[in-house]
């Protein structure tokens, strides 16, 4: 597993070459912006098993065979195994986005899943969609624009400072992203 740093060192390495201008400047940034990526990580994971059930609530919304007999979300035991799935998913681009790399993603959740959902028929384009809802909710909650249910006590803003997230909320995205491409 690879973050920032150590990823900085493998590439320089590769070319066998000091750590450089440029690696240094986006270190220096990743560093500067620590905080906000804290900030990022703790609005995902402190909303996750909301975010996960909305998602999967979604999907089955717009594709209620899922969980009528025959479909991968049926039964109840197949239906927590989809959320549980959800939450993995969850966890593992949270890892991710805290190491500012996408290597602990690709190496211990999406390596094999595509497989292993094909050999046990868990559709992919519905798993890519759960992930997709997951991905919008997860952006609005960086960036803290969430607007789901506003005005009623669900309904929740973190108390975090104003500023600008949109470069954590679209790196994020890509964590996302890379989960869909991995199904696809
Ligand atoms: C650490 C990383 C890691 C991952 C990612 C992981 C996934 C994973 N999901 C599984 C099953 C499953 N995954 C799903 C998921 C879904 N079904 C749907 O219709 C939806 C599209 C989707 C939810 C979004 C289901 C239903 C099963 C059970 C399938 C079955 O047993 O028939 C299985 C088979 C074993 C089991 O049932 O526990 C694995 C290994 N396990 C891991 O250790």
């Given at each position: 597993?690879?973050?920032?740093?150590?990823?900085?060192?493998?590439?320089a390495?590769?070319?066998?070459?000091?750590?450089?201008?440029?690696e240094?400047a986006?270190?220096?940034?990743?560093?500067?912006?620590?905080?906000?990526?804290?900030?990022a990580?703790?609005?995902?994971?402190?909303?996750?098993?909301?975010?996960?059930?909305?998602?999967?609530?979604?999907?089955?919304?717009?594709?209620?065979?899922?969980?009528?007999?025959?479909?991968?979300?049926?039964?109840?035991?197949?239906?927590a195994?989809?959320?549980?799935?959800?939450?993995?998913?969850?966890?593992?681009?949270?890892?991710?986005?805290?190491?500012?790399?996408?290597?602990v993603?690709?190496?211990?959740?999406?390596?094999?899943l595509?497989?292993t959902?094909?050999?046990?028929?868990?559709?992919l384009?519905?798993?890519?969609?759960?992930?997709?809802?997951?991905?919008?909710?997860?952006?609005?909650?960086?960036n803290?624009?969430?607007?789901?249910?506003?005005?009623?006590s669900?309904?929740?803003?973190?108390?975090?400072?104003?500023?600008?997230?949109?470069?954590?909320?679209?790196?994020?995205?890509?964590?996302?992203?890379?989960?869909?491409?991995?199904?696809?």
């Amino acid at each position: 597993m690879l973050d920032a740093f150590s990823r900085a060192v493998i590439n320089a390495d590769s070319k066998t070459a000091c750590i450089g201008g440029e690696e240094l400047a986006s270190l220096r940034s990743f560093i500067a912006e620590g905080n906000k990526r804290l900030d990022a990580v703790n609005a995902i994971a402190s909303n996750a098993s909301c975010c996960v059930s909305d998602a999967i609530a979604g999907m089955i919304c717009e594709n209620t065979g899922l969980i009528q007999a025959g479909g991968n979300c049926y039964p109840n035991r197949r239906m927590a195994a989809c959320l549980r799935d959800g939450e993995i998913i969850l966890r593992y681009v949270t890892y991710a986005l805290l190491a500012g790399d996408a290597s602990v993603l690709d190496d211990r959740c999406l390596n094999g899943l595509k497989e292993t959902y094909v050999a046990l028929g868990v559709p992919l384009q519905s798993a890519a969609r759960a992930v997709s809802i997951m991905k919008a909710i997860c952006v609005a909650h960086i960036n803290n624009t969430n607007k789901m249910y506003e005005g009623t006590s669900k309904f929740r803003k973190m108390d975090t400072p104003q500023g600008d997230c949109s470069a954590l909320s679209a790196e994020c995205a890509s964590y996302f992203d890379r989960v869909i491409a991995a199904l696809s």
